[in-house]
């Protein structure tokens, strides 16, 4: 078996051992960084290779490494993902995590030995996009922008930009971090406005796109609940919640228009709780004299600030006991005037009762109608009777019921006209002869 370039393997093993034990000669060489992709190719250069040099050897590691791993005279039984490109380059395709070292090409000269080292880092891009926020600072006074992009190896480029420019590069810039992966620019407040937009910008040297995220910055605004209302010696909460800031705004408590500077520090009477974007301010023990009024919720980022009113009113605490009392006590007099009255006018519908109900008794029992005449009783004198019944417009009726007699109403029509009298004298005739058959 032989090796390319005809050289017995015996006499290419004794030159290198000869070359390993000889003292090295002056090296010169450079240096530089690639970065390669797990899964993908690279191609490290061995620059500045003379003409001259009669045979290119690469190393991994340690330089001095026998054997070498690669020759370009000699093919040693390498990994197929190793070859040499134009007799000096190597190439290394499906990279894996274990390829990543200092790798370094040698040419061999009749006089001097040229080394060139290369350090191969095996980088890993973000899995995820940049997340960027804003934030107040310590001062709460100076905005600041950070943008974090984890994941990824080595540590992303992170930049911030408005409206195209990149900011690092402005003057209202106050300072500039970067740690690992995350990026954080202060700004100052005086040169923000409402609904400004920001852009972080990231790259990495495995991943051609460049992800970006946005911040855009707003005022406070607020909100409450409809005005409160304690009573002397109660406890009652005014609630002001946030319904938008970019940053998060600082919630604060003032007293009202009668004190406008004095903020409320919780303690003693008052208690002060914040949820989120959610502030409660708890009274204890209201007071008529003291807490009856509009407080004041402040809302303050970078950006500005916003402030709403919330009024309260403090009254006096209603005597229940006496107002029950009382709904009692007219009750009971609403109840004593129904019964006096149903007891005072009951005899009188008692009467009218019987009244109604009289006739209909007459009906159905065989009771005797008797009519009397106020005139005096001429049986002989017939037409007596007539002119009586004509000129009386209004007779009483008696009638005997079961013993009991009720007074009927007057009988308006007994006598109509001319001929309305003859038939009621004919009527009151047979009116007679009925009562004769009944006696």
Request: aromatic share 6%; proline share 6%; charged share 20%.
């Amino acid at each position: 078996m032989r090796f390319p370039g005809r050289t017995p393997p015996a006499r290419f093993f004794l030159l290198l051992c000869v070359w390993r034990l000889v003292p090295r000669r002056d090296a010169t060489g450079t240096e530089e960084v690639v970065f390669g992709k797990i899964g993908g190719s690279i191609l490290l250069l061995c620059r500045n290779v003379s003409k001259e040099a009669t045979e290119v050897l690469w190393f991994q590691g340690d330089p001095h490494s026998f054997p070498p791993l690669f020759s370009s005279r000699v093919a040693f039984p390498p990994d197929v993902r190793f070859s040499l490109v134009d007799n000096s380059s190597l190439s290394i395709t499906e990279l894996r995590a274990q390829d990543e070292g200092n790798y370094t090409c040698k040419e061999v000269l009749n006089k001097t030995d040229h080394e060139h080292r290369v350090q191969l880092l095996i980088a890993s891009p973000p899995q995820s996009t940049p997340k960027c926020w804003a934030e107040t600072s310590s001062s709460g006074l100076m905005l600041q922008l950070v943008c974090s992009w984890p994941g990824g190896y080595p540590h992303p480029t992170l930049h911030w930009r408005e409206e195209g420019q990149d900011l690092e590069n402005s003057s209202w810039v106050l300072s500039s971090t970067s740690s690992s992966d995350t990026h954080v620019e202060t700004l100052n407040s005086s040169h923000l406005s409402h609904r400004q937009v920001f852009k972080c910008v990231g790259s990495h040297v495995v991943r051609q796109e460049e992800p970006t995220c946005t911040v855009e910055i707003k005022i406070p605004s607020l909100e409450s609940d409809p005005p409160k209302t304690c009573f002397v010696g109660d406890s009652v909460t005014l609630t002001c919640r946030v319904t938008e800031s970019t940053p998060t705004a600082r919630l604060t408590w003032l007293r009202g228009i009668t004190q406008p500077g004095a903020e409320i520090q919780p303690g003693g009477r008052y208690l002060i709780a914040q949820e989120g974007n959610v502030s409660r301010l708890t009274i204890q023990n209201c007071s008529q004299a003291t807490d009856g009024g509009c407080y004041v919720c402040k809302a303050q980022n970078p950006v500005g600030l916003r402030e709403l009113f919330v009024c309260l009113t403090v009254k006096q605490p209603v005597n229940v006991v006496g107002v029950v009392g009382a709904v009692v006590v007219l009750s009971l007099l609403a109840v004593l005037t129904v019964t006096g009255v149903v007891l005072y006018y009951s005899p009188l519908l008692c009467l009218r009762a019987s009244a109604c109900s009289a006739p209909h008794r007459n009906q159905d029992s065989g009771d005797v109608l008797v009519l009397v005449d106020s005139d005096d009783d001429d049986d002989d004198d017939g037409n007596g009777e007539e002119e009586a019944m004509s000129s009386s417009a209004k007779q009483e009726v008696l009638a005997l019921v079961n013993g009991s007699s009720v007074r009927a109403p007057y009988l308006n029509c007994l006598v109509e006209g001319d001929d309305g009298e003859q038939h009621g004298s004919g009527s009151a005739e047979e009116v007679r002869g009925e009562e004769t058959q009944g006696s």
